[in-house]
C-alpha cells in the first residue's frame, strides 16, 4: 500500500524558516517524480515544487529563491526546506507522488498534510 | 501561466441526480488534465486522469470528457459519499501544474 507521510509544520515567525518532511513507503520511491502541493485554509491547491528521480528540482515564481526541495532515496523521504517564509506561505502543505506522462505529471497519491503557519 | 476556471462555484445537487461540473483552461492543455476530490480534513484523491481515464478504484459513474480548453466530470447517479469539492489540474504546462478553484457539490 503506497503511504506519504509528512511532518515537520508548525508555527514560524515570518523571515523564519522550516524543512518539511515527506516519508514514503510501498513503492519504488527513487522511480517516481515527487511533488509539494500546498492549500491554504479555505482555499485552492497550489503546486509549490517538483523533484526528478536525477535529483532535478524545479519551483514556480512564488517561491523559486525561498524554498529547496531535496530527496534522499536509501531514506525514502522527500523534504522541502522553506526559508524567508511569509504570511502568504501558510497553508497545508501536502506531498504527492508524480506519474510521469511523456515527460508531464498528474499526481496518484498525496500524503495527508502538514500545516504550516507563518504569523508573528 | 494557465489559468483554470471552474463552474460553477456551488452546485446544489439531490441524491441519485446526475453533476456536471466544468472547467476551462486559458489556453490549451490538450489531454493532460486530471480531477480531484476533496472531502473535508482529507487529502485529494485522484479520480481522473488523461482528461477522461478513471484512476484505480474509481467507480464508473465518474466519468471525464474534453480536450483542449474545455473539460467536464459527470457524475451519473449521485451518492452521499460523492459530496465533496472538485479540483481540476492541468499538467500540460511544465513547470507550471495549475488548479481549479474548485467546485463544492452539496447536496440539495
Known amino acids: 500500500e503506497v503511504q506519504l507521510v509528512e511532518s515537520g509544520g508548525g508555527l514560524v515567525q515570518p523571515g523564519g524558516s522550516l524543512r518539511l518532511s515527506c516519508a514514503a513507503s510501498?513503492?519504488?520511491?527513487?522511480?517516481?517524480?515527487m511533488h509539494w502541493v500546498r492549500q491554504a485554509t479555505g482555499k485552492g491547491l497550489e503546486w509549490v515544487s517538483a523533484i526528478g528521480t536525477a535529483g532535478d528540482p524545479y519551483y514556480p515564481g512564488s517561491v523559486k529563491g525561498r524554498f529547496t526541495i531535496s530527496r534522499e532515496n536509501a531514506k525514502n523521504s522527500l523534504y522541502l526546506q522553506m526559508n524567508s517564509l511569509r504570511a502568504g506561505d501558510t497553508a497545508v502543505y501536502y506531498c504527492?507522488?508524480?506519474?510521469?506522462?511523456?515527460?508531464?505529471?498528474?499526481?496518484?497519491?498525496w500524503g495527508q498534510g502538514t500545516l504550516v503557519t507563518v504569523s508573528s | 501561466e494557465i489559468v483554470m476556471t471552474q463552474s460553477p462555484a456551488t452546485l446544489s445537487v439531490s441524491p441519485g441526480e446526475r453533476a456536471t461540473l466544468s472547467c476551462r483552461a486559458s489556453q490549451s492543455v490538450s489531454s493532460n488534465l486530471a480531477w480531484y476530490q476533496q472531502k473535508p480534513g482529507q487529502a485529494p484523491r485522484l479520480l481522473i486522469y488523461g482528461a477522461s481515464t478513471r484512476a484505480t478504484g474509481i467507480p464508473a459513474r465518474f466519468s471525464g470528457s474534453g480536450s483542449g480548453t474545455e473539460f467536464t466530470l459527470t457524475i451519473s447517479s449521485l451518492q452521499s459519499e460523492d459530496f465533496a469539492v472538485y479540483y481540476c489540474?492541468?499538467?500540460?504546462?511544465?513547470?507550471?501544474?495549475?488548479f481549479g478553484q474548485g467546485t463544492k457539490l452539496e447536496i440539495k
Open positions: 510501498g513503492f519504488t520511491f527513487s522511480s517516481y517524480d
Open positions: 489540474q492541468q499538467y500540460n504546462n511544465w513547470p507550471g501544474y495549475t
Open positions: 504527492a507522488r508524480g506519474i510521469d506522462t511523456n515527460g508531464v505529471c498528474y499526481f496518484d497519491y
